[in-house]
């Protein structure tokens, strides 16, 4: 890598747009607040992201299974979670510039929010991150889910919630789960999908956007297990993106401190990356002890206790839960995989990525757009479509295309040249290595199958 890490959102920002991973949502309309669209490259990406995770979690484990509940519950869920009394984000407004923050966003923000949290918060010294003026006004409860209404009348009783997390939905359907599959403890549901929040400060591209997609499971355990299983997830979860192309020096670990974590949490620690703009939570891993099945139980009247026939004994269990948004994942993957290199034309951009992760496996190129070359590459093309996901280039330079492909991740380019005409072999060149070699075409299903370990 030839330019500074720090450099690498800006890079990002700028292939996102012009490759078409990500636009900004409703963008002819001037965007719609931190929401996000993906585009041909990255809805690949983000789909191969939530499949690699899926693939790890669920289907190549015996003790976990999978579920995709509604984003819209029953609005006592959220009473019984205690989202709705605790999901709250202290927010400060500037009375000069009318700016708004989070509290942890001013200066000194980790003491203000210890503050904030012990009843007293003075801001009178502090400066608006704006303006500068001393003028910001007491912090505002602020919660972060958003609010509709269910049926044609907008009044109380017909309330509801985007879900801000897609763990609730896991918590209600803890029974019907065990039951239909007659599970034993401990056993695991995971479950990926969109959870919203309203959040004060997003930013970062898809770091923090106010509509998201969360990969998240939660493991089910005997009380006194949960310790155990808790330190055996961290591991886990670091391999799991060791395997995926992030290197030990981008992740650390975290503990909360006491008064940190979530109201629901015992232990809680964050998986950091080291994003661009510094390190950040990438996944939470919690111990939500029995809180969250023990309130569904008292809101809703129904025992949701577990009976261990074994020990002939019935109990509340403890879950371990490991929380992570497939946008900030893929973003992190992205920034790991972002790499420059000189080469004789300037700078060679290479996305680095996984071959399981890149939005395309191969790319078939003529070596020219040339009516000899067209159709012996197209019968190329159609051979292997219905084996990988490829992409067909026949505009410009070869060099150019070959580059075109690096900067989207392409991990391998086969290219038709004119000596394919006489001896029906072509060539296959590595994104990494750029190395070439020349393989029939009757054994390149094969020859592509074997490099991408499909
Ligand atoms: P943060 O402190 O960054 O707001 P959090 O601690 O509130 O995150 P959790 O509630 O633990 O996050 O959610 C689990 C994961 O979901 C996070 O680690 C993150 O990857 C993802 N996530 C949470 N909020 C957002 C968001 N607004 N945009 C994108 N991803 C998010």
Redesign the pocket.
């Known amino acids: 890598m030839t330019l500074s890490y720090d450099a690498v959102a800006d890079k990002l920002a700028s292939l996102a747009k012009r490759r078409g991973f990500v636009f900004p949502s409703s963008e002819i309309y001037g965007g719609a607040g ?1 929401t996000w669209d993906y585009g041909p490259l990255g809805v690949e990406l983000k789909n191969n992201v939530k499949r690699a995770w899926w693939r790890a979690m669920v289907q190549l484990r015996d003790d976990i299974v999978g579920l995709d509940a509604a984003i819209l519950m029953h609005p006592r869920v959220w009473e019984a979670s205690g989202h709705v009394q605790n999901f709250i984000d202290p927010l400060v407004e500037c009375g000069n510039c009318h700016r708004r923050f989070r509290l942890d966003d001013l200066r000194d923000g980790e003491e203000l929010i210890d503050q904030w949290r012990g009843g007293k918060v003075d801001l009178s010294d502090v400066p608006c991150p704006v303006c500068g003026m001393r003028k910001l006004a007491d912090p505002r409860r602020f919660n972060l889910m958003f609010k509709t209404f269910v049926g044609p009348v907008e009044e109380e009783a017909s309330v509801a919630w985007l879900r ?2 897609t763990a609730q939905g896991i918590f209600v359907n803890f029974e019907n789960v065990q039951q239909s599959t007659r599970r034993k403890l401990p056993f695991g549901i995971a479950q990926v999908g969109k ?1 919203f ?1 309203n ?1 004060i400060t ?1 930013g970062n591209l ?11 499971m939660q493991y089910f355990c005997r009380p006194e297990d949960a310790p155990l299983v808790f330190e055996s997830w961290l591991g886990t979860r670091r391999d799991w993106y060791r395997e995926y192309g992030i290197r030990d020096d981008l992740l650390r670990f975290r503990e909360h401190a006491e008064n940190e974590r ?1 109201h629901y949490a015992a232990k ?1 620690i ?2 950091e990356f080291r994003f661009p703009f510094g390190w ?5 891993i ?1 111990n939500r002890t029995d809180y969250d099945l023990r309130r569904h139980s008292e809101y809703s009247g129904k025992d949701l206790r577990y009976f261990d026939e074994a020990a002939n004994e019935r109990f509340l269990p403890y879950v371990v ?1 490991t ?7 893929a973003y992190a993957l992205l920034c790991a995989a972002y790499d420059e290199e000189p080469d004789k034309e300037g700078v060679r951009v290479v996305l680095r990525l996984h071959r399981d992760l890149a939005p395309y496996k191969v790319a078939v190129l003529p070596l020219s757009k040339n009516e000899k070359l067209t159709p012996l590459a197209r019968e190329v093309a159609v051979m292997l479509r219905p084996h990988l996901l490829i992409t067909y280039d026949e505009t410009q330079a070869i060099g150019r295309r070959y580059r075109r492909q690096d900067e989207i991740g392409t991990p391998l380019c086969v290219t038709i040249d004119f000596d394919s005409l006489e001896d029906r072999q072509v060539t296959i060149r590595d994104r990494d290595s750029m190395a070439q070699v020349r393989v029939a075409i009757a054994d390149l299903v094969p020859a592509l199958r074997e490099r991408l370990g499909v």
């Open positions: 931190a801000p997390e959870s929040r959040e997003p898809i770091f923090r956007s106010r509509e998201f997609e969360q990969m998240e979530a809680a964050d998986i950040k939570e990438m996944e939470g919690h839960e929380a992570v948004g497939a946008d900030r994942a």
